[in-house]
C-alpha cells in the first residue's frame, strides 16, 4: 500500500483534485433539450475582499445541490459571479485614498473609477481562488461580473423599459441621506439604532406678543427649517389657535399654525413643529397645505444659508448652540430624556438625515402585485415555510425604492439632459445629440444606480438578457435561490420583482434561505469581537471537506448554526475515520481481488450471510432516505444520516464483523468494495476531495468494466433497490449489536483487561436460532466466551453474583465471578476504603470541632459537609460490592 498514504491528508489531495475536474471540463453541463436543467445562479459576493465564513456555507449548500443533480445526470448549471458593491466599494477605496490624504473630490471622477477597476480585478481573481478552495464546481466559463458589458446592457435596458412604462420616475421626495457617504439610500439600507437622546420642550412666542406656544422635538436644530406648527384639527385645546402666527426665535421668522389630521394629539404637547425638508410626515402635510420646503443643511450635514448665525455649523454643534440660545432668551421650557429610534447608515454607521430630494425611484406597487401573486400561487416556493408570512407582509407594505445614488462606483443613470432645451433623454444607447433641439451638449445624469438595482436583474441578466440566448431559454426560470435569510427583502424579493417584469416569468422556483453562522458560543461573527472564522485558515488546518461537514452536517435550512472548533475536529475525525476504512478496504481488495461479476451482483441479489444481507439492507434503506431528504431540501440531515451510517455500522460493524470471513470461501470482498463505493457516491455531494481520491483509488483496483464513469463527480447518484431491503436480517444484527454492546459495556465498567475472556449467557426469543448462527461474531466482537445462546423461558428467575441486562430482543446474565479476579479485586476494594475510612474520620472530627465551625465561613463548613457524605456514600457501595465479591 505504498501509494495510499496512511493519514488523509487533504493538502495533498485537493488541488490536485479540483485540477482533475476542470481538466475533465465536468462543471460545465450540457444543453440537452430533452432534459430539464438544474440551475443556480450563485448569489454573487461582493468584490470588497475575502470571502467570509457566511460565503463558504453558501457555495457549500449549493455545491451539494448542483454535485447532487450532475451525479442524478440533469444538465447542472451553477453560474458564479461577483457583484461590483457599488457603496461598499467605492467606502473601501476611498479609504485607501484617505491614507494618502487625497479623496474623490480631489482625484476626479475618471482617475478614481481607474483606480477602482484596478482594486476590483484584483479583488476578483482572489475570490474566484477562494472559491476553488472551498470546492466549488461552478462554470467558470460563465462567470459575471455586475459591470460587465452584458449585465449593463440588461441594466439599461430595464431602466429605459420601466421608465417607458411609467414606472421609473424622478421626483422630490423624503430619502435617507448619509452626510459620510454623500449619497441618498434605500429604506433597507437604514439600520435604526435605539439611543438615548434627549425631548426638548421649545418655545415659540406669538407674532402678536401675546404669549407663547410650546413644542416638542428631538432635534432641535430642524427648528430653522419649520414652515408651520401643526394641531389636530379635533383637538379642543388649540380649537382658537388656527391661523394665528408665531416668530422663530432668533432668526424671527413668522410661521402659521395649522390644522391637520396626520397630527398625533397624545405626542408631546400636541402641537407640533412641521419641518418639510426634513421629516417624510412633515413633507406630506406642507405638499397638503403648500408650505415652503426649507432645506437647512448641505451634503456634509453642515448647517446651510437657510440656518442664519447658525450656517457653517456641524448639525450637533448647530443643535448645542440653538438649545444655548434657547435657555439664554428663557425659551427653553424643559429637556427629557428620551430614547427613540436613530436611524443610521448601514455602510458607516454615520447618524442619516431624512431630506427632500430630487432622486429617482421607482413606482414599486405594480411591480410588487406579481411577485406577491407568484409566491401566493406557488410558483415560488420559500423554504423554511416560515419566511413565506414575513415576505408578504413585507410585499404589502413595500414602498417606491429610490434607486438613485449620489455615487461614482456603479452603472450610470442612463439619462441625459440638455444643456440647451432643458430636454431630458432616457435611451439604452449613448445619445449624439438632443432630440428636440438637435443640440450636441448632453450632459448625462451624474449618479449611479443602487447595486440592488443591478442584482436585481441577476438571474436573467447573467444568462444573456434582454438578448434571447441559448442559456436563457434553456435555463431560466432557474431552480433554486440560495441564500441568507437576511438579504430576503434586499435581494430575493427585487429579483422576484424584476425577473418577472423583465423575462415575463418567476427567475426561480425555490428560494432556500439560510441561516447566520455564529461563534460556539451563539454570538454574532464581527472583526471588532475577533470570533471571526476564517474559511482558508479553516482549510489549511482541517481540510476542505472537513469544513464543509462542519458547516452542514445535522443543519436545517432557516436555522442559525454555533459554529466552532469541535465541529472542524468531527470533520476531520470523519475524515480520517472515512480514509482508514477505505485503506482497509484497498488493502483487502489488493490480497484478495473480485471479478465484476461479483462485484454487480452484491447489489442485485440477496446474499448468504445474513450480516451481508443486513449492511447491503441498510445501505439501500439510507439511499432512499437521502433520496427523500435531498428532496426535501433536507441536506444536513442527509448529511447526518450518511455519516451515521458510515462510521456508526459500516466502520464500526461491518468492517470488524468481516474481517473473520476475509481469504475464506465465504469471503465478504465484494460486499466490502460495493458498499464503499456506493458511500462514496452517496457522500460526495458533501465531501467531495476524498470521495474522488477514494473512489479514483477503488476503481484502480477493481476490474475496468465495473466502474464506467472516470470521475466520481460524474458516477450516477445512488438509487434505492427495494428488493434488497431485508428487515429481518437487519432485526438480527441489530440484536447481535445490542448484545455486544452490552457485553462490551459491562466489561468497562467493570475494567476488564482488553485480553481477557468473559463468560455470557444470552436467552434469546424468536431469534435464538438467528443468533446462534451468529455466536462466533458475538464472541470475538465481545470477547466473551463460553457464550451460551439460550431460549428466553431458560434464563434463571434470580440469578445472584451475575449481571442481568434486559435487552430488546435478548437478555444477557455475565457471571461475576467471570469479569472480576475476586482476589485482586478484593484487595483493590479494601485498600481504596482504608484510604476513604482516613479522609471521614479526619472530616467528621473537624466538623465536630468547634475551633473550626465557630471561626470558618459557612460556605467552607457546607462544602466539608458535601464532601463527607459524599465519602460515606462511597463507602457504603464499596463494603456492598466486597460482600457481593465474598
Ligand atoms: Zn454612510
Ligand atoms: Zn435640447
Not at 420642550?201 to 414652515?227: C, F, N, Q, W
Not at 445624469?445 to 440592488?452: A, I, S
Not at 427567475?507 to 455564529?518: E, N, S
Not at 466520481?712 to 427495494?722: F, G, H, M, R, T
Amino acid at each position: 500500500m505504498s501509494d495510499i498514504p496512511k493519514a488523509y491528508e487533504p493538502k495533498q489531495v485537493e488541488e490536485r483534485i479540483y485540477k482533475s475536474w476542470m481538466e475533465g471540463g465536468y462543471f460545465k453541463p450540457k444543453i440537452d433539450p430533452k432534459k430539464k436543467p438544474f440551475t443556480i445562479i450563485m448569489p454573487p459576493p461582493n468584490v470588497t475582499g475575502e470571502l467570509h465564513v457566511g460565503h463558504a456555507l453558501t457555495a457549500t449548500l449549493e455545491d451539494i445541490m448542483i454535485r447532487w443533480h450532475r451525479m442524478l445526470g440533469d444538465p447542472s448549471l451553477w453560474l458564479p459571479g461577483i457583484d461590483h458593491a457599488g457603496i461598499a466599494t467605492q467606502v473601501v477605496v476611498e479609504k485607501e485614498l484617505a491614507k494618502e490624504g487625497l479623496d474623490r473630490h480631489q482625484v476626479g471622477r475618471e482617475k478614481f473609477e481607474e483606480r477602482t477597476w484596478a482594486w476590483a480585478n484584483k479583488s476578483r481573481s482572489a475570490i474566484t481562488h477562494q472559491h476553488e478552495r472551498l470546492g466549488a464546481s461552478c462554470d467558470w466559463s460563465r462567470e459575471r461580473f455586475t459591470l460587465d458589458d452584458g449585465p449593463v446592457k440588461a441594466v439599461k435596458t430595464a431602466f429605459v423599459r420601466l421608465y417607458d412604462k411609467g414606472l421609473i420616475y424622478r421626483g422630490e421626495r423624503i430619502i435617507n441621506w448619509c452626510p459620510r457617504c454623500r449619497t441618498a439610500l434605500s429604506d433597507l439600507e437604514v439600520q435604526s439604532k435605539d439611543l438615548n437622546g434627549n425631548m426638548w420642550h421649545m418655545k415659540y412666542p406669538y407674532a402678536d406678543g401675546s404669549g407663547y406656544i410650546t413644542v416638542a422635538t428631538t432635534r432641535p436644530e430642524t427648528y430653522l427649517g419649520d414652515a408651520a406648527v401643526a394641531v389636530n384639527p379635533e383637538d379642543e385645546r388649540y380649537n382658537g389657535l388656527i391661523g394665528k402666527k408665531v416668530t422663530l426665535p432668533v432668526i424671527n421668522r413668522e410661521i402659521p399654525i395649522i390644522a391637520d389630521e396626520a397630527i398625533d394629539r397624545a405626542f408631546g404637547t400636541g402641537m407640533v413643529k412641521v419641518t418639510p425638508a426634513h421629516d417624510p410626515v412633515d413633507f406630506e402635510i406642507s405638499q397638503r397645505h403648500n408650505l415652503p420646503v426649507i432645506h437647512i443643511l448641505n451634503p456634509d450635514a453642515s448647517m446651510n444659508d437657510n440656518a442664519g448665525p447658525y450656517a457653517g455649523l456641524d448639525r450637533f454643534e448647530a443643535r448645542k448652540k440653538i438649545v444655548e440660545d434657547f435657555e439664554k432668551a428663557g425659551l427653553m421650557e424643559k429637556i427629557e430624556p428620551y430614547s427613540h429610534a436613530i436611524p443610521h447608515c448601514f455602510r458607516c454607521s454615520t447618524v442619516i438625515e431624512p431630506e427632500v430630494s430630487r432622486q429617482w425611484f421607482v413606482k414599486i406597487a405594480p411591480l410588487a402585485a406579481p411577485a406577491i401573486e407568484a409566491v401566493r400561487d406557488g410558483r415560488i416556493q420559500i423554504i423554511p415555510e416560515r419566511f413565506t408570512k414575513i415576505y408578504l407582509s413585507w410585499m404589502e407594505n413595500i414602498r417606491d425604492w429610490c434607486i438613485s445614488r449620489q455615487l461614482w462606483w456603479g452603472h450610470r443613470i442612463p439619462v441625459w439632459y440638455c444643456g440647451e432645451c432643458s430636454e431630458m433623454t432616457v435611451s439604452i444607447d449613448t445619445p449624439t445629440k438632443c432630440g428636440k433641439c438637435g443640440s450636441t451638449g448632453l450632459e448625462q445624469d451624474p449618479d449611479v444606480l443602487d447595486t440592488w438595482f443591478s442584482s436585481g436583474l441577476w438571474p436573467h441578466s447573467t444568462l444573456g438578457w434582454p438578448d434571447q440566448t441559448e442559456d436563457l431559454k434553456y435555463f431560466y426560470p432557474t431552480s433554486v435561490m440560495e441564500t441568507g435569510y437576511d438579504i430576503l427583502f434586499f435581494w430575493v424579493a427585487r429579483m422576484i420583482m424584476m425577473g418577472i417584469e423583465d423575462a415575463a416569468d418567476v427567475p426561480f422556483r425555490t428560494v432556500y434561505l439560510h441561516g447566520l453562522i455564529r461563534d460556539e458560543k451563539g454570538e454574532k461573527m464581527s472583526k471588532m469581537k475577533g470570533n471571526v472564522l476564517n474559511p482558508l485558515t479553516a482549510i489549511d488546518k482541517f481540510g476542505c471537506d472537513a469544513l464543509r461537514f462542519a458547516l452542514t452536517t445535522g443543519t436545517a435550512p432557516g436555522n442559525d448554526l454555533n459554529m466552532g472548533q469541535h465541529r472542524l475536529e468531527a470533520g476531520r475525525n470523519f475524515a480520517n475515520k472515512l480514509w482508514n476504512a477505505g485503506r482497509f478496504v484497498l488493502k483487502a481488495l489488493e490480497a484478495e481481488p473480485i471479478t465484476a461479476q461479483a462485484f454487480m451482483e452484491t447489489g442485485l441479489k440477496k446474499l448468504e450471510e445474513s450480516e451481508d444481507r443486513w449492511i447491503i439492507s441498510r445501505l439501500n434503506r439510507l439511499t432512499g432516505e437521502v433520496d427523500t431528504m435531498m428532496k426535501g431540501f433536507q441536506f444536513g440531515e442527509a448529511e447526518k444520516e450518511i455519516h451515521d451510517f458510515l462510521w456508526g455500522e459500516f466502520c464500526d460493524w461491518y468492517i470488524e464483523i468481516s474481517k473473520q470471513r476475509l481469504g475464506k470461501a465465504n469471503t465478504p470482498m465484494p460486499v466490502l468494495a460495493y458498499v464503499l463505493e456506493t458511500s462514496l457516491r452517496l457522500l460526495h455531494p458533501f465531501m467531495p476531495f476524498i470521495t474522488e481520491e477514494l473512489w479514483q483509488d477503488l476503481r484502480e483496483r477493481l476490474p475496468r468494466e465495473t466502474l464506467k464513469a472516470p470521475a466520481l463527480i460524474i458516477a450516477a447518484y445512488p438509487e434505492v433497490n427495494q428488493k434488497l431491503l431485508d428487515p429481518e436480517s437487519e432485526q438480527v444484527m441489530e440484536a447481535v449489536m445490542e448484545v455486544v454492546r452490552t457485553i462490551r459495556n459491562a466489561r468497562a465498567e467493570y475494567k476488564v483487561e482488553m485480553g481477557k475472556w468473559v463468560e455470557s449467557s444470552v436467552y434469546a426469543g424468536s431469534l435464538q436460532s438467528a443468533l446462534k448462527a451468529k455466536a462466533a461474531v458475538i464472541e470475538s466482537l465481545a470477547r466473551t466466551r463460553p457464550l451460551s445462546i439460550l431460549p428466553r423461558e431458560q434464563r434463571p428467575a434470580n440469578a445472584e453474583k451475575a449481571m442481568v441486562y434486559v435487552l430488546k430482543d435478548a437478555d444477557v446474565v455475565i457471571p461475576l465471578a467471570g469479569m472480576v479476579d475476586a482476589g485482586a479485586e478484593k484487595a483493590r476494594l479494601t485498600k481504596e476504603m482504608e484510604v476513604l475510612d482516613r479522609e471521614i474520620n479526619r472530616l467528621s472530627g473537624r466538623l465536630a470541632d468547634s475551633q473550626f465551625t465557630s471561626k470558618a465561613p459557612p460556605a467552607v463548613i457546607e462544602k466539608e459537609k458535601g464532601r463527607l457524605n459524599e465519602y460515606q456514600d462511597k463507602f457504603a457501595r464499596m463494603k456492598a460490592e466486597l460482600q457481593q465479591l465474598a
